[in-house]
């Protein structure tokens, strides 16, 4: 149940975040820009070593965000590193970001391809 | 040699007014939702209005308002001898491929949301200059194929923001006529400059183009020598809640006030509770809202003289992406009854 | 050239400026903030539920974490289609687009969007539209960070 309560807590508090940029540099930052700054920060912080902590107290909190992707991709990166060097820099991180990214992808074109957009 | 048509900096004098002798507006379901309901002619069931994809849905849009507005003068498309039309959509489609139906000969305009007063005040030239007995003007302008054009595909889930306005769907149809029938004539016409204060928000359009509207108005009343309550009502296009409100400051700045004889067709269109934010957008705006309301009311004799003034913003995604700002234009026409 | 001038325009630009941002509405801070913290957090929420349940099965976190991933997006892309997404994310704002939910719904409305313009180059190409960049910027500073710990290790 805490571990419910501490994703709340978290994921919402990061969704707070992202309202307050969205709001307070209106017109300049876009969901687009959000996604990528994300993405981004959440890789950053956690090749800092910032980023676990966050993951080892709210769990999903810090997961389903997308700077939770991000950190599945430096974790993923850091990890291929020490196996095989060089290239596990290069690999790593779309190795451990595989499934969702496949994911997205597949479910994007079959939806597109069951639906259609009704406005 | 002295012009005798054309009077002050940019406003033109018709030496025999076109009358406007027939006209016609379709709009969509959320437009049939607000204030003006019984006004329009027609209000479509759904957005795709029996068409597979947003873009055909609009060109059908304005082709059947032209057939319309032909037709209550038991007209035929081909009695027509101009079309001149114009849309929203890259290469103005919407228009040409209505055209394509319609067999009229065309002219497409393109003025973003001022084409309405654009696409009159050519077609009343084409007749004041003699060349034409009977011209249609037309705009149309649609929710979904703007947005997607313009914003974010139509399901993602974005916040608008307080001050964006809702792009109308909607067409109007004018005809109009050289000779002497009853009903509205068009008088005048000034033709706006583009004025850019450097705004870059795509999603408050109505900040960037009422400056513009304020140039064109002040030039007009100028030009013509008229007070501003020369006029019934002072209608802009679609500058919006926030628009209007920055125009009634310029207004003040000018020494123009039109009040309380001025009014906005963004804000008119919908009910404050229909959640557009700062009101209507589009072509279709101002189109709808002349074809619906403003000429039943003319007709009524509820308004004498009308000003029409079309705001446009116009600027594309492409331009909003290497960091251009907004370049803001408004046309003004005049509507008189006999 | 003409300096003047090009200052009058600056200072007319200013001065409107200063005029607009009087005029404009501000943005809803407060109830925007709410229903992204509560949509926000509800979200992450279903995703630990999700997680728990996948470890219950015995599934390593890191495996759990994937799968838990997986099924967000399939309900993100499920509910985009249905045209639900965007009326949650018309309220829930950043509460619906941070999570992975929302790099979902993103990937699928411009997909859905361009249907019309086949399914090569409509659906094919537009569906990176948002993740395109998102990847792009993802991919290169964890592969940065790779490379750094290349070099100092």
């Not at chain 2, 008229?226 to 802009?236: A, C, E």
């Not at chain 2, 009910?271 to 000429?295: F, I, K």
Request: glycine share 12%; hydrophobic share 45%.
């Amino acid at each position: 149940m805490s571990s419910l309560i501490s994703a709340f807590l978290v994921g919402g508090a990061l969704c707070l975040i992202g309202q307050l940029i969205m709001d307070l540099t209106k017109p300049a930052v876009t969901p687009g820009h959000i996604l990528v700054g994300y993405i981004s920060i959440g890789a950053l912080l956690s090749g800092l070593g910032l980023y676990q902590p966050l993951v080892d107290l709210a769990g999903a909190g810090a997961t389903v965000p997308l700077s939770g992707f991000g950190h599945t991709l430096t974790q993923g990166t850091l990890k291929a590193v020490e196996e095989s060097g060089l290239l596990g820099a290069i690999s790593g991180g779309v190795e451990a970001a595989a499934a969702g990214i496949t994911a997205a992808i597949l479910f994007g074109y079959v939806a597109a391809v069951l639906f259609d957009p009704k406005g | 040699m002295v012009n005798q048509k054309k009077q002050g900096l940019q406003t033109i004098i018709f030496e025999e007014p076109p009358v406007l002798t027939a006209w016609a507006t379709i709009v969509g379901p959320k437009e049939g939702e607000g204030p003006w309901r019984s006004d329009f002619d027609w209000i479509m069931e759904d957005y795709e209005f029996g068409e597979s994809s947003w873009e055909k849905a609009e060109s059908k849009l304005l082709r059947e308002t032209v057939k319309l507005a032909v037709s209550k003068k038991n007209y035929q498309p081909e009695d027509i001898e101009l079309l001149v039309s114009g849309d929203l959509l890259n290469q103005i489609t919407s228009s040409s491929f209505a055209a394509r139906e319609l067999q009229i000969p065309f002219l497409g305009m393109y003025g973003a949301c001022s084409t309405m007063a654009e696409a009159l005040l050519t077609a009343a030239m084409a007749i004041d200059g003699g060349y034409f007995e009977r011209v249609v003007a037309a705009v149309s302008s649609h929710h979904y194929s703007a947005e997607r054009q313009f914003r974010f595909p139509t399901e993602q889930g974005v916040q608008r923001s307080m001050s964006s306005q809702w792009t109308v769907t909607g067409a109007g149809a004018v005809v109009l006529e050289k000779g002497i029938y009853g009903g509205p004539r068009l008088t005048c016409a000034t033709i706006g400059k583009i004025i850019d204060l450097g705004q870059k928000d795509a999603n408050d359009l109505g900040s960037a183009m009422a400056p513009a509207a304020a140039d064109t108005i002040k030039t007009h009343l100028s030009d013509t020598n008229r007070p501003s309550d020369y006029y019934d009502l002072i209608v802009t296009g679609d500058l919006g809640k926030v628009g209007s409100a920055l125009l009634k400051q310029l207004f003040i700045k000018n020494g123009v006030v039109p009040e309380p004889n001025y009014s906005d067709c963004g804000v008119l269109m919908f009910n404050d509770n229909q959640d557009v934010h700062a009101g209507g957008s589009g072509c279709g705006c101002s189109a709808s809202m002349l074809c619906g309301p403003l000429l039943k009311k003319m007709v009524q004799g509820k308004i004498e003289r009308l000003l029409l003034v079309a705001t446009g913003a116009l600027m594309s995604p492409t331009t909003s992406f290497q960091g251009e700002s907004i370049p803001g234009i408004a046309h003004a026409v005049a509507l008189e009854n006999p | 050239m003409n300096t003047s001038a090009d200052q009058i325009k600056k200072i007319e630009a200013q001065e409107y400026e200063d005029l607009v941002s009087q005029t404009k509405p501000k943005p809803t801070l407060l109830k925007n903030c709410i229903w992204a913290f509560v949509i926000g957090g509800l979200i992450c929420t279903l995703g630990q539920v999700i997680l728990n349940y996948f470890i219950g099965q015995g599934l390593t976190k890191l495996d759990a974490g994937s799968a838990t991933s997986v099924v967000l997006i399939f309900l993100a892309a499920l509910f985009t289609g249905l045209g639900w997404y965007d009326v949650l994310g018309k309220h829930a704002g950043a509460g619906s687009i941070v999570p992975i939910t929302g790099f979902a719904n993103a990937i699928v409305a411009s997909a859905m969007e361009f249907k019309r313009e086949g399914y090569v180059f409509g659906v094919g190409a537009r569906i990176f539209t948002v993740a395109g960049p998102t990847l792009v910027f993802g991919f290169a500073v964890s592969i940065l960070i790779g490379l750094i710990k290349v070099v100092f290790s």
